[in-house]
């Protein structure tokens, strides 16, 4: 499977992520309650499906499209690695806490679950500036 495709599939990856996030939200904001185990363990294995391909599959294509073909990036694509390492270490953290809590108390739910979007938010922009910078290095012409 080509890259492009690969990355495509992962993007999609993530809007599924994002639309379970907003559902796992919408709830706890209207009744005070938290999500039931089952959507809890759904949601963090979505995401940590997004995470282990971003780590184990796209991101090694990312950094040697970029090092290859501009040693500008090269900094800003490590960089944004070690960002992107911070949320996946609050999100085994939070996948950790959550499994072994049967039940979640709401106020810790949302704390943690606006700590774990906000971590995202971050970890979205850098993923895309990724995408951005090795497209630009294999494609110059399409991005000036």
């Known amino acids: 499977m080509k890259l492009n495709q690969r990355i495509g599939q992962w993007l999609a990856l993530r809007q599924a992520l994002l639309v ?19 959507q809890r ?15 184990f599959e796209i991101y090694h294509h990312l950094i040697s499209d970029i090092e290859q073909n501009a040693s500008v990036h090269k900094h800003v694509a490590h960089s944004s690695l070690m960002r ?3 949320s996946t ?48 290095v294999k494609h110059p012409s399409k991005m000036a």
Request: proline share 5%.
């Open 84 to 86: 992107i390492q911070k």
């Open 20 to 38: 379970q996030l907003c559902d796992m939200n919408a709830p706890t904001k209207k009744r005070k309650q938290t999500p039931s185990r089952k």
């Open 89 to 136: 270490d609050l999100t085994v953290l939070l996948n950790d806490k959550y499994d072994l809590l049967p039940k979640v108390p709401h106020d810790q739910w949302c704390r943690d679950l606006s700590e774990l979007a906000e971590s995202l938010a971050e970890r979205f922009e850098l993923e895309d500036l990724m995408i951005e910078h090795s497209h630009e």
């Open 41 to 55: 363990d759904d949601f963090f294995q979505l995401l940590l499906d997004y995470i282990c391909a971003g780590h």
